[in-house]
Nanobody
Framework: QVQLVESGGGLVQAGGSLRLSCAAS????????MGWFRQAPGKEREFVAH????????YYGDSLKGRFTISRDNAKNTVYLQMNSLKPEDTAVYYC????????????????WGQGTQVTVSS
């Protein structure tokens, strides 16, 4: 089992920045690829970014690369999502997830999920 706890969400004005953190406990963190997803009210959960177990490989959802950066610190069992130039349409609950399958944009490939952290971007 892996337990994931997100933090760092909040209310920010458009154009601002936030850094989300996801702290993992349980099994060896470096064994897992990690992903960030988000879900806006009334919408399906969507892929944001993923990072390989080593941190060498990253991938982003459409239109997010350049504004969002995913990273991880295996020594701290933590994955991060740096979000810059935020827009109102980025408003959502953000979830981190762990995958034994490997880096993936597909929700079904992730085994463990955090409870989510709310990000609200005002215009």
């Amino acid at each position: 089992q892996v337990q994931l706890v997100e933090s760092g969400g909040g209310l920010v004005q458009a154009g601002g920045s936030l850094r989300l953190s996801c702290a993992a406990s349980g099994r060896t963190f470096s064994n897992y690829a990690m992903g960030w997803f988000r879900q806006a009210p009334g919408k399906e959960r969507e892929f944001v970014a993923h990072i390989s177990w080593s941190g060498r490989n990253t991938y982003y959802g459409d239109s997010l690369k350049g504004r969002f950066t995913i990273s991880r610190d295996n020594a701290k069992n933590t994955v991060y999502l740096q979000m810059n130039s935020l827009k109102p349409e980025d408003t959502a609950v953000y979830y981190c997830a762990a995958s034994t399958y490997g880096s993936s944009w597909q929700i079904g490939d992730y085994d463990y999920w955090g409870q989510g952290t709310q990000v609200t971007v005002s215009s």
